[in-house]
């Protein structure tokens, strides 16, 4: 049972997950309002499983394990005038039957706080996650799994912003955000402090309007330079009719990295677009440039049904797994879930205690939930599509994702080499990876459902040859016992192969018990 709080009119203290250590936010903010809602869910989660292969090696090296674990945890939602909360927070101890015991933390958490009114605000993020230190190799599927190929990732950001409108000329924004990435056993640790100015014009009048952008961002990394990163750009908008815009953009960028290309990473940018609305379901935005490295092009496609949400995008971008870890959200899947339901459901926090428990059931798996999936120091040339959908039927949920990355070096190998070894860094020069995974979920009665997820992904290197296959393919039942009591069986195959690698199999069976307080 949830436990709903309402406060008064009074003066308000929130601290976030402190023990977590990873958002904190001490605000003493007056609440003009007639009072602010907050709803705490303390969770726990039961879970026995037992696999046939615990440390994902070959056949021949295969051992078999009991696991048991507990997970107590917490969710908070916070929602008042001057303050937005949104934390999920869980302690994993995972109990192995002939190895030493583990703990983890899970953490993702967001807050909004006004400072003052229409004009001063301030964001912060946090997450706690587990993630494979390499793309090569055995990959986790779950905290039981022993790899030796797999760390802690801990991502913070904390953003205050300043909002003003000069009448009759522009809206103005000014940001500054500063940002932390770090690992458990120091393969990765990296902070950015970012400035950004934002400049929208009043279009009162006129029938075209414009926007002008400027950021710089310092990022410090352990094993190599600081590295400034600033660009700046002039964008013109011009409306043919009431659901059809042009738009173009101009600029320019500079980075100072150690680009290992003979393209020095600095020089003039240039995109033109078209912009459709046909409907307020549908949005298709798309648009071809060029910059420094060559000709770049952006696709990004939205169509929501009643019962279906469907999306394509596809981007080009200089990127550091660094920055993509600090702006990946929760996942893909919550996000279509989000837009799927959020006519059912129009109770935002409600739909995300559906959300929550969708996920959990469905035990989703493999590159829908991130494609950041290892660690890596360097600047890369990426080139990413994905293409998404959700389809909601009267007993049923089905959800699609489809992704393709290729990813082109643009610094030097020698700073992976602590990370990952000379040999392992330089599998990554050039990369290419396809994923899809499919999740369906059958409620056969007000009580039982039946899941099914499979996920599938390839990743390539492309100079080195060495390609590696994953699947991962899981069934089971889930039963409500009762409000806030519910359990779920379910058994797991997961299949590796590669070229150059190892190959290995594992198939193991889980049963859990989830509660909702």
């Known amino acids: 049972m949830a436990i709903t709080i309402s406060l008064p009119t009074t003066r308000m203290h929130c601290s976030a997950a402190k023990a977590a250590g990873v958002i904190v936010m001490a605000l003493a903010l007056p609440q003009r309002a007639s009072g602010a809602e907050w709803t705490v869910v303390p969770t726990l989660a039961v879970r026995q499983s037992y696999s046939d292969n615990i440390r994902l090696a070959t056949q021949q090296d295969a051992e078999s394990a009991w696991v048991g674990e507990i997970s107590p945890g917490v969710a908070i ?14 302690l994993n101890k995972t109990i192995y039957q002939h190895d030493p015991d583990k703990l983890n933390h899970q953490l993702a958490a967001s807050a909004t706080a006004v400072l003052l009114t229409d004009r001063i605000f301030i964001d912060a993020h946090s997450s706690i996650s587990q993630q494979n230190t390499s793309a090569f190799g055995p990959q986790f599927v779950d905290n039981t799994h022993i790899t030796g190929n797999q760390s ?19 809206s103005t924004s000014l940001r500054y955000t500063h940002a932390t990435v770090s690992s458990d056993n120091d393969n990765l640790s990296a902070q950015t402090d970012a400035l950004m100015l934002d ?9 075209w309007n414009w926007s002008a952008n400027y950021n710089q961002r310092k990022i410090h990394d352990g094993v190599q330079q600081p590295v ?9 908008n011009f409306p043919l009719t009431s659901r059809l815009d042009l738009f173009a953009t101009g600029g320019y960028e500079k980075n100072d990295y150690e680009a290992s290309t003979s393209v020095q990473p600095a020089g003039r940018s240039r995109s033109v677009g078209v912009a459709w609305n046909p409907s307020s379901r549908t949005s298709i935005v798309v648009s071809a440039g060029k910059r420094y490295f060559g000709n770049t092009y952006a696709v990004n496609a939205r169509h929501r049904r009643h019962n279906s949400v469907w999306n394509i995008v596809y981007s080009e971008d200089i990127t550091t797994n660094f920055s ?5 959200s929760r996942s893909d899947t919550s996000t279509l879930l989000n837009q799927l339901w959020q006519f059912n459901i129009p109770d935002p926090v409600l739909r995300q205690q559906a959300i929550d428990i969708y996920l959990g059931i469905a035990q989703l798996v493999g590159p829908g939930a991130s494609n950041v999936n290892y660690f890596n120091h360097r600047y890369f040339l990426q080139k990413k ?22 990813n082109t070096a643009q610094t030097n190998v020698d700073i992976n080499s602590p990370l990952l070894g000379a040999s392992q860094s330089a599998l990554e020069d050039r990369t290419r990876h396809v994923g899809g995974n499919a999740s369906w979920n059958w409620r056969m009665s007000s009580k039982n459902s039946l899941n099914v997820s499979v996920s599938h992904d390839k990743i390539k290197s492309l100079n080195a040859g060495r390609t590696d296959n994953n699947l991962v393919l899981i069934s089971g039942m889930s039963r409500q016992f009762r409000p806030g009591v519910q359990g779920t069986v379910d058994l797991r195959h997961i299949r590796h192969n590669s070229n150059e690698g190892i190959d290995y199999r594992e198939n193991s069976l889980h049963a859990s018990l989830n509660f909702r307080f």
């Open 77 to 90: 939602t916070g929602n008042a005038q001057r303050l937005k909360l949104n934390l999920a927070y869980q």
């Open 152 to 170: 802690t990732l801990k991502a913070t950001s904390i953003s205050p912003y300043l909002h003003y409108r000069l009448r009759g000329i522009a």
């Open 199 to 207: 400049l929208v014009g009043d279009n009162s009048g006129r029938i």
């Open 228 to 236: 400034t990163i600033s660009n700046a750009s002039l964008s013109l």
């Open 324 to 328: 993509q870890f600090l702006a990946r």
């Open 385 to 406: 599509l994905s293409l998404s959908a959700a389809l909601s039927g009267p007993r049923s949920t089905l959800v699609l994702s489809l992704s393709a990355n290729r």
